[in-house]
């Protein structure tokens, strides 16, 4: 089969790298780059660091609101696909240039495959939940992470052609959880100890884009007693500057630039807990068996919640310090598949 695959954003290059790697061992790829995530921490690091195939075509589109970022990205992969003819168009998760790829080739009468197919948070004001869902209802080809996405896709009443794979991130993690131990250097570095330092991420929209919600998470970060490593997102960099807030009040908290997979897998691996809102993170926290404190109302995967592996705390400072303080022994189980996900797309496909 020729696939073209649609890539815009960090998560997106990481979940690539497993599936592209066996894609292209029976069926013809080529990848856009959007251009959504353009930083070189943010795009070019994870292509060189994970082998990813350099995209053939890149579309520069960058930032700006959604309607112009997802409507620029959408004519530009119209143009290719005219061009190109490929049997299949495949996306993953829910940004913009999920959005964008899987509009353009509906419409073109391309087959959709959508990974990460059925997740949902219920809450629409979220940019990702209008995405996922536009996404599914015009894909033909849906490969889910879990039993509850294809829950909720049953429950939209998209049955046919739905496949719990499991998830391309476990296998991610799989292959280079290794490969981190033997080459990544951030712990030196930093100057942490192993299980003695909290790991940060924070960049959901619905978080950075409220002035009281950053200063209340801000406000627990300074509570929080030890080091504390943030790795920090460009929107949220750009937000706390815009807003004056001042991260050197926080004692013990080391922020530094996005870091590369390796280095991030090393982080969480080593951390004591890991305080996110991303939804990669509270998947690899569950994976590694790292206890996670989510900032969110709700998350997209629900399982990890059980046993309390995963604690959803919002933004309220003091459920965050509580929780953060609180001791838990989490229970896990084996929820995201057997490592081999992108295997099983792949022969899926064929
Ligand atoms: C996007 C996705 C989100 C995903 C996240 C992963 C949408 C609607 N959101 O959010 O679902 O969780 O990626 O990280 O698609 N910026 C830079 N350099 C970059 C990229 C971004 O400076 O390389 C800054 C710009 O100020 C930009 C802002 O970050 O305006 C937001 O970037 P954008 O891609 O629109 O959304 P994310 O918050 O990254
Ligand atoms: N990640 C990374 N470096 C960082 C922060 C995150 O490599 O500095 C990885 C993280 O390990 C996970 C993915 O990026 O695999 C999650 O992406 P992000 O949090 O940006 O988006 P989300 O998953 O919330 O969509």
New binding site residues.
Partial sequence: MKIITVLG???QF??AAPVSRELRKIHTELIIHTGQHYDA??SD??FEELEIPKPDFHLGVGSGNHGKQTGEMLAKIEEILVDEKPDYLLVY???NSTLAGALAASKLHIPVIHIEAGLRSFNKKMP?EINRIMTDHVSDLLFCPTKTAVKNLENENILENVFNVGDV?YD??DYNLKLAEDKSEILEKEKLTTKEYYLI?V??AENTDDHDKMKNVIDAFTRIKGDKVW???PRTRKVIEDQGFDLKEVPGLHV??????????T??QNARKII?????????AYFMQIPCITMREQTEWVETLEGNANILVGTDPEKIVSAVEKTVTPIYQDLFGDGKASVHISEMIR
């Fill in positions: 954003a960090r998560p990481i979940k921490n943010m690091i994870f998760g829910d940004t990702e991130m991610a993690v991420t960049h959901r790795p920090i997102h530094i630039d996005p870091v590369g997979y390796l280095d991030m897998l982080l969480e996110t809102d991303s939804g990669g993170v509270q998947k690899e």
